[in-house]
């Protein structure tokens, strides 16, 4: 049994050689060309609302804000900010911890009153970078 290489070498040695310029050994391989892969999620806009954010997994979330980036509807630090992993565990505007740990890519989730609250968390604080960015995301979130 013979093992060949499916390497190339780009060397005037190897191309240059007789015995490597025309070999049948490599001669029938063709390569299949498919069409591309489906997307995974797709929003359907028969209306003019998006989907259900008060229910929506983390997974799903990052995909429509994917298309909606590409599309030009949210800028790249709103995208950015929605596609980071959520953290294991958030404080509510009243103090309290919430665990997300449970929080999966499968799993539903309440979005729209997560940026809310941590919306006017960053308020109450006074950290204008985050309060901008969490605005435009309940924004997006809410239209």
């Given at each position: 049994?013979?093992?060949?290489?499916?390497?190339?070498?780009?060397?005037l040695?190897?191309?240059?050689?007789?015995?490597?310029?025309?070999?049948?050994?490599?001669?029938?391989?063709?390569?299949?060309?498919?069409?591309?892969?489906?997307?995974?999620?797709?929003?359907?806009?028969?209306?003019?609302?998006?989907?259900?954010?008060?229910?929506?997994?983390?997974?799903?979330?990052?995909n429509?804000?994917?298309?909606?980036f590409?599309?030009?509807?949210?800028?790249?630090?709103?995208?950015?900010?929605?596609?980071?992993?959520?953290?294991?565990?958030?404080?509510?505007?009243?103090?309290?911890?919430?665990?997300?740990?449970?929080?999966?890519?499968?799993?539903?989730?309440?979005?729209?009153?997560?940026?809310?609250?941590?919306?006017?968390?960053?308020?109450?604080?006074?950290?204008?970078?985050?309060?901008?960015?969490?605005?435009?995301?309940?924004?997006?979130?809410?239209?």
């Open positions: 049994m013979e093992i060949f290489s499916v390497r190339s070498s780009q060397s040695l190897f191309k240059n050689n007789p015995n490597n310029a025309k070999s049948s050994k490599t001669s029938d391989i063709e390569f299949e060309t498919r069409a591309p892969a489906p997307v995974s999620f797709q929003i359907d806009d028969n209306s003019d609302e998006g989907p259900d954010f008060t229910a929506v997994s983390p997974g799903e979330l990052r429509y804000a994917r298309q909606s590409d599309s030009g509807v949210i800028d790249q630090n709103t995208y950015a900010a929605i596609s980071e992993p959520l953290p294991m565990h958030a404080i509510d505007p009243l103090g309290n911890v919430i665990d997300l740990s449970s929080v999966t890519d499968g799993t539903s989730f309440n979005f729209l009153d997560y940026y809310k609250s941590q919306l006017q968390i960053a308020t109450s604080i006074g950290d204008p970078d985050e309060v901008q960015t969490l605005k435009s995301i309940v924004d997006f979130l809410d239209s």
